[in-house]
C-alpha cells in the first residue's frame, strides 16, 4: 500500500503563492512516478504537474511557467510551488501515485486552494 496525505492548501489573493507538500508512506519503492491532479466544482479532474522516478517533469499548459513540482527523497515529500496564482485556480489539489503493488494508482483525500480578493 502506498498513504499520500496532502498540506499547505488556503485561501490566498491573485497574485500570491502556495506550496503544497505531499507525504508519502508505505511502499515507497513501488513508485513510479507522482502526480499532483486538481478539481474545481463542476469539473473534470485534471492533471496539473507530474515527476518521474528519473525526475522527469511534465506539466498541463495552465501550469507551465508558474508551477514547479519537486521531490524530497530524503523526507519523502513531492511539492507544488504554485506563484501567480489566478481564481480559476481554485480547486481541491491532490497527490497522485502510480505504483506495483494494488491497487496500482493511489489519491490522497485533497487540500482546498481558494484564490479570491
Known amino acids: 500500500q502506498v498513504q499520500l496525505v496532502e498540506s499547505g492548501g488556503g485561501l490566498v489573493q491573485p497574485g500570491g503563492s502556495l506550496r503544497l507538500s505531499c507525504a508519502v508512506s508505505?511502499?515507497?519503492?513501488?513508485?513510479?512516478?507522482i502526480a499532483w491532479y486538481r478539481q474545481a466544482p463542476e469539473n473534470q479532474r485534471e492533471e496539473v504537474a507530474n515527476?518521474?522516478?528519473?525526475?522527469?517533469?511534465y506539466y498541463a499548459g495552465s501550469a507551465k511557467d508558474r508551477f514547479t513540482i519537486s521531490r524530497d527523497n530524503t523526507d519523502n515529500a513531492v511539492y507544488l510551488q504554485m506563484n501567480s496564482l489566478q481564481p480559476d485556480d481554485t480547486a481541491v489539489y491532490y497527490c497522485?501515485?502510480?505504483?506495483?503493488?494494488?491497487?496500482?494508482?493511489?489519491w490522497g483525500r485533497g487540500t482546498q486552494v481558494t484564490v479570491s480578493s
Open positions: 497522485n501515485a502510480r505504483a506495483r503493488v494494488a491497487p496500482y494508482v493511489f
Open positions: 508505505g511502499n515507497i519503492d513501488s513508485i513510479a512516478n
Open positions: 515527476i518521474g522516478q528519473r525526475g522527469n517533469v
